[in-house]
């Protein structure tokens, strides 16, 4: 298999011909040429007006549901709905049935996974069936491909087992992965605590129950001397708490879902069920913060939080409807319309340089002779979004409807290639 990309604009601070437009020849997965030009025969020829190419991009944090959850999604639709959001790795989150916390659930994920247009990475669970307990098989796991540890959906509420996870972990440079929010914290809440939870007349969730955990979990990395990433941050004293951890050299990082950046509380007016997410939508001030935390290099990776959940989870009472939003299709769209004054370079490290630095990943780049691990977008590109034409197996995304800017093309991944017109 020959493929040409043609007049691609390439962004990748590793590769030579960073910020030129330049033809690119892969032959048999391997990057074979990259010149001004290149005439050559080709099986598939890939082109098109403001085309730019990158290192392919990482999600860490998205649920597959399979096994278990099969009628929400599979390995083969979420590895599909990744390829249309311009992923080459992702990681999926233990939440399955049985939940991932041991050496066969590991390899199931990744014997499975094989063969598709995507690398997969199984997260294995902190505890036994995420229920934070008593520490998993962690060592096993790591052998058998976890690529970090995490109990998921169910943040980790013992210090002391948390602690004891962060020690373990050491053994063999791993990260663990925790969404911040201490549940005894406002347990009841469906949206962020209030003005608008008031007027709605729904139970709220503060923020302080994320800024608890964000505050002892950095007090027991400080202790260990291990590495914790914090995803789906929404406050601002969250960030100023990360911030100062990095400043003393802890091995802190965190990431942000695109939902929190483009939508806010005030967009649950309507109990539009697909915009109840976890960590709930905050408002318009914590999204400025979040923005800014982009820019000045707090926030370190973007994370879809990708939950698809079938009609039946989403269409009913608020009250009762399933927590998460449908999100590895709309990342990039979201990302650039959200903050159209960011620069490609900027989204491209978020998405793909600082994630593979983080979790170990093995670097890719756009030059002669490397592997082809390469994202294709059109940054000045629109369009509507049809939830209906997901790859995933799901739909509920509160972006349907919504004329976005940003284009996903597709990837280049080895010897797989999923391209969209």
Known sequence: MVLLIQQAYITDPSSPFHESRQDILIESGIIKDIQPRIDARADQVIDGKGL????????????FADPGYEYKETLETGAAAAAAGGYTDVFVVPNTKPVIDNKPQTEYIRHKSKGLPVNIYPIGA??????????????DMRASGAIAFSDGLHPIQSAGLLMKALQYVKAFDGVIIQIPDDKTVGANGLMHEGIVSTRLGLPGKPMMAEELLVARDIKLVRYTESKLHFTGVTSPRSLEYIRRAKEAGLAVTC????YHLFFTDADLQE???NLKVY????????VSALKKAILDGTIDCIASHHQPHEFDSKVLEFEYAKNGMSGLETTYAALRTAM???PESKWVELLSINPRKIFGLEPASLQKGAKASITLFEPDASATIDAKQFKSKSNNSAFNGKTLTGKVRGIVNGVHTSITP
């Open 52 to 63: 730019h190419g990158s290192p392919g991009w990482v999600d860490i944090f998205a649920q």
């Open 126 to 139: 902190v505890s036994k069936g995420a229920e934070g307990k008593d520490l998993a098989e962690m060592y």
């Open 255 to 258: 990431s942000v879902t695109p």
């Open 271 to 273: 109990y539009d069920t």
């Open 279 to 286: 960590p709930p939508l905050r408002t318009a001030t914590e």
């Open 340 to 342: 159209p004054e960011v």
